[in-house]
């Protein structure tokens, strides 16, 4: 029996994203887990998703990481009925809600901001909710970021996925960054006007900016931007502001080789251009997160790559406190 994935949003995405020559089983039900599936319910549709769609020969699928777990999961709960209808009544509020920032992928191919700054949108994209942004910064103003921020770098953090406290873990992520205050530029004023003006959203809702350093080898690996988890309901690290809902990503400078933003989901590769900007929203209508948006970046090869990261949510940030571990590459 065949399946009209135009008129079935979830077996859409599940087409698009298991056909991708770079998304393996483990993606797939790792980002799902992400989006608020359970454990056991996420590796079975991974697993019957590529099943159908991949073009992983079953030797490749076997070396998957997770196949085991996978295949044990088929063998122990096979397509459960609850599972259809809590899919089904996920497919029916998505396709009537609105979802923030739907706006991004009907951006003009150019975009005039105060100040005389023209931005051409390279790209936009629907799975993510995405735009990569050309002329966001001048070269001056990539350089001064870096300045700022060049003498004060150290060890950057994650969050735990459990408990959510802030740590060091160099397996997943071995970059140097720092925050930016404020108040302390007129570099930094600006630039937050500007993401204010081209995003129709209030710079209060902004964290402050993080600039980063990657130097070869460096990478951060596959992650969602939101920090607060199923597991532990009760970490709200912005109180009333809410969890992250999007990301602004400033390219500051050239990268010899490597250090690409990979999103393996949605089969999209970004590689960084000085002055460019990345744009991605991952809340749905729900207040779950967009699977599509599992992202990573890539290990550097050659030279260094810097960036500025400025995350995005829902309420304003009133008081907030010290800043939650950072998930951008």
């Known amino acids: 029996m065949s399946t009209d994935t135009a008129a079935d949003p979830l077996e859409a995405w599940f087409a698009q994203a298991a056909t991708k020559a770079n998304c ?22 991974a697993a019957l998703a590529h099943v ?22 088929i063998r122990r709960h096979g397509a459960s009925a609850s599972l259809g209808a809590r899919m089904s009544a996920r497919q ?6 609105q979802y923030p920032f739907d706006e991004v992928c009907g951006w003009p191919n150019r975009i005039e901001l105060a100040g005389g700054v023209g931005i051409d949108v390279q790209f936009a994209s629907y799975s993510p909710r995405a735009a990569l942004l050309h002329g966001f910064l001048s070269p001056e103003e990539c350089d001064g970021l870096i300045e700022l921020a060049r003498h004060r770098i150290r060890a950057s953090e994650v969050s735990d996925s459990v408990t959510g406290t802030s740590m060091v873990d160099s397996a997943s992520r071995n970059s140097a960054g720092t925050f930016l205050r404020n108040d302390e530029s007129s570099l930094v004023a600006n630039l937050r006007s500007r993401a204010e003006e081209l995003l129709g959203w209030p710079a209060t809702h902004f ?11 460096a990478e951060f690996r596959e992650h969602m931007d939101c920090l607060e988890r199923d597991e532990k309901p009760d970490f709200k690290p912005f109180g009333d502001a ?8 400033l390219y500051l400078n050239e990268v010899e080789e490597g250090g690409a933003t ?11 251009h000085r002055g460019s900007a990345l744009f991605f929203a991952y809340q749905e209508p729900d207040g779950l997160m967009d699977a ?5 970046g890539m290990p550097v090869v050659r030279g260094c790559k810097w960036i500025a990261t400025l995350w995005i949510h829902a309420h304003a940030l009133v008081d907030s406190p010290e800043h939650a571990a950072t998930h951008m590459g």
């Open 24 to 45: 393996r089983p483990e993606h797939l039900a790792a980002a799902m887990q992400e989006d608020g599936f359970a454990q056991d319910e996420a590796w079975l549709l």
């Open 262 to 272: 990979q999103f393996p989901v949605a089969g999209v590769e970004v590689r960084p």
């Open 242 to 249: 809410g969890d992250r809902i999007a990301t602004l990503v």
């Open 292 to 296: 599509s948006s599992l992202h990573a």
């Open 92 to 97: 029916e509020q998505r396709a009537t809600a």
């Open 52 to 73: 159908r769609y991949s073009p992983l020969s079953l030797t490749e699928m076997i070396q998957s990481s997770t196949f085991a777990d996978i295949a044990n999961t």
């Open 207 to 217: 964290e402050e900016f993080e600039v980063t350093r990657y130097e070869p080898g």
